[in-house]
């Protein structure tokens, strides 16, 4: 019996997580045993247990219940807690996905206990080091034993980095989920109808540091999403985080033109995206999400 520990904390990580937790549930005969320990990077219930539940995902063998806080001490306190995990558990091997604080914790616990670890969504570079998530990819590889990369690029850019010994290009999970969630999404979602909406809609998300702890960058966005809006319906599902930026810097005034929401449930999300004329993002998920669909997208 191989023991893996899965450690998720945000939205893209249940997502990949869903995809790769059924293969091991229906493939591999109860061979591999899974723990999910979900960090608790993000905590309100529309960003965590509704992908849970929608996405048939088991339930955490832990929740640390970590969330909020800086860099450092966020990191500081999963990197304590997923210690612990591990020392019980004793796994074979560590599982972490894309870029997150929760996957920089898993990969500097894993590592210095000297479980191997393996990454999905390994080799993915913005080349922008103020990006916190620049940094939490690179030094995940470095310590990484396994790099699953979704793309040739990814292999290319870790082979720059002098890392070649476990690098495979096995594709894109967000495909296979993007795939697999897709008709379910379009026969069961009644957002659209719940928001009023007709087919020729935008679709915004804004969370990244770098758009939203800038008081002029984020006054920018929302004045440029208020006059795209006197021309077609906009719809922001807004991030908790982003919310109370935009009321603290008194930007809240833009939210009135735009049709706004919380965050969005997995399934909910994509039957938007699949109808949006354009979709206006800062998230690499929603990017990919957007370029698998078909729609037409605008990076921040």
């Known amino acids: 019996m191989i023991k893996v520990v899965t450690i998720v904390g945000a939205r893209p990580q249940f997502i990949k997580a869903s995809a790769v937790s059924r293969v091991i549930r229906d493939l591999h005969g109860g061979s591999v045993e899974e723990f999910i320990v979900h960090t608790g990077q993000h905590y309100d219930e529309n960003m965590s247990k509704v992908f849970f539940d929608e996405l048939d995902i088991p339930a955490p063998f832990l929740n640390l219940g970590i969330g909020g806080g800086g860099h450092g001490a966020m990191t500081g306190r999963m990197l304590i807690s997923i210690e612990e995990v591990l020392l019980s558990v004793k796994p074979d091997w560590v599982l972490i996905y894309g870029d997150t604080n929760s996957t920089l914790a898993g990969a500097l616990a894993a590592s210095k206990l000297n479980i191997p670890v393996a990454h999905v969504e390994a080799g993915l570079r913005s080349f922008n080091m103020r990006m916190p998530e620049e940094i939490n990819r690179i030094l995940s590889d470095r310590v990484s034993t396994l790099l699953f990369c979704p793309t040739d690029a990814a292999v290319k850019n870790l082979f720059r980095e002098g890392l070649t010994t476990g690098v495979t290009n096995v594709g894109d999970v967000m495909y296979d989920v993007a795939l697999y969630y897709k008709a379910r999404a379009q026969s069961q979602s009644t957002i659209q109808k719940r928001l009023g909406l007709q087919n020729d809609f ?27 809006a006197e021309r077609i319906p906009v719809v922001f599902p807004v991030h908790p985080r982003t919310r109370k930026l935009v009321n603290d810097y008194g930007l809240a005034m833009y939210l009135d033109r735009l049709i706004i929401c919380d965050p969005l449930p997995f399934l909910d999300m994509i039957a938007l995206e699949q109808e949006s004329r354009m979709i206006l993002t800062d998230s690499g998920g929603v990017q990919k999400e957007a370029f698998f669909y078909g729609i037409k997208k605008l990076i921040f």
């Open 202 to 228: 935008a679709l915004v998300t804004c969370h990244r540091a770098e758009n939203t702890d800038d008081p002029n960058r984020l006054r920018s966005i929302m004045i440029a999403l208020s006059e795209i």
